[in-house]
């Protein structure tokens, strides 16, 4: 299957269905269960920003990056922190060129002031003067101008969502609603093409209710142990069907006990790919021992769990 769309149509005409989303998004190592590639599916064809949210390494991040693959569209990536601001995520001077081209332009300014003949003059080309360098050859674009200014479209990821502010948030209100946004300097940008944009979300804090409206709704949740096989099979190439099992069986236990970070799909990819380099061919307890580090970050995680590896390896084989 083609993986970009004929030149001047959107990247959802080669989308007839969802289970064309989750064939293509397979093509490009992304398995998809039929929850998300409908969500995806809606919002290609509904031109409707997709919020994606759920635990950390469930892969949020990796499904815009994914559609970009697939789609053959060019990411843009923005990735949200608190104190970011309009100047770095929309537009801001080039203050360093501006200033060049003061020093260069000074005789002419003074000539052109000298011409002057009242107060009123003097002011009036001035004004003259700061429009020229308050104009397109002097703005820098941030990566949702650059997205709305990308005529053939293109995929823009606002990653992590939660860790901006709420006064962020609502800048982005007309981005999301409009695809456009206001710069006071120039006027409005319009985007040719709407881009296919993707928010992630940790859920970190709570977000707007009128974010969330212009926005359709995604959770990923931790995934079944069929679905994660799957994923670890298409990630980890060559990897025993045995070993994937048992691994994503240990690693399905995990998560009932009460940790400070249960392991995510990320940590289980990262550990089947550790236990290839190993050269591991089936899980016995020592090997377990030894690259627990890899599926949980906390001391203390791994200190509850190394007691009981032993009880879990039986637990998975079962």
């Not at 940790?259 to 380099?277: F, G, M, N």
Request: proline letters at 5%; a negative charge.
């Amino acid at each position: 299957m083609s993986t970009t769309p004929p030149a001047g149509l959107p990247a959802s005409a080669q989308f007839a269905s969802v289970d064309a989303v989750i064939e293509g998004l397979a093509s490009v190592g992304y398995i998809a269960s039929h929850r998300i590639a409908t969500a995806l599916y809606m919002s290609m064809h509904l031109q409707k920003p997709l919020l994606v949210e759920g635990f950390a390494g469930v892969g949020k991040t990796e499904l815009a990056l994914s559609t970009a693959a697939l789609t053959g569209l060019p990411l843009i990536r923005m990735q949200c922190y608190d104190g970011l601001d309009e100047s770095k995520a929309l537009y801001e001077w080039k203050y360093g060129k501006q200033l060049l081209y003061t020093q260069i332009l000074k005789d002419r300014m003074g000539a052109e002031m000298a011409k002057a003949e009242t107060l009123e003059d003097a002011m009036e080309h001035l004004h003259g003067m700061g429009d020229f360098f308050f104009s397109e050859p002097f703005l820098e674009p941030r990566p949702l101008l650059q997205a709305l200014r990308s005529d053939a479209g293109c995929v823009l990821l606002i990653d992590e969502i939660d860790k901006s502010d709420e006064s962020f948030e609502a800048f982005l209100l007309e981005v999301l609603s409009a695809y456009q946004a206001s710069i006071p300097e120039i006027g409005v940008v319009k985007a040719t093409t709407p881009p296919l944009v993707f928010l992630t979300s940790n859920n970190v804090r709570d977000l707007g209710d009128a974010l969330k409206r212009r926005c359709l709704h995604l959770h990923i949740p931790l995934p079944e142990a069929k679905l994660e096989e799957r994923i670890v099979a298409t990630r980890v190439p060559g990897i025993e069907a045995a070993l994937t099992a048992r691994l994503v069986g240990f690693v399905q236990h995990l998560r009932t006990l009460d940790l400070r970070k249960a392991p995510s799909i990320s940590e289980t990819v990262d550990w089947a790919r550790a236990l290839v380099l190993l050269h591991a061919d089936s899980l016995d307890p020592e090997m377990v021992r030894e690259t627990l580090n890899v599926i949980l970050k906390f001391e203390q995680d791994i200190a509850a769990v190394e007691p009981q590896v032993g009880e879990l390896l039986r637990a998975a084989a079962a």
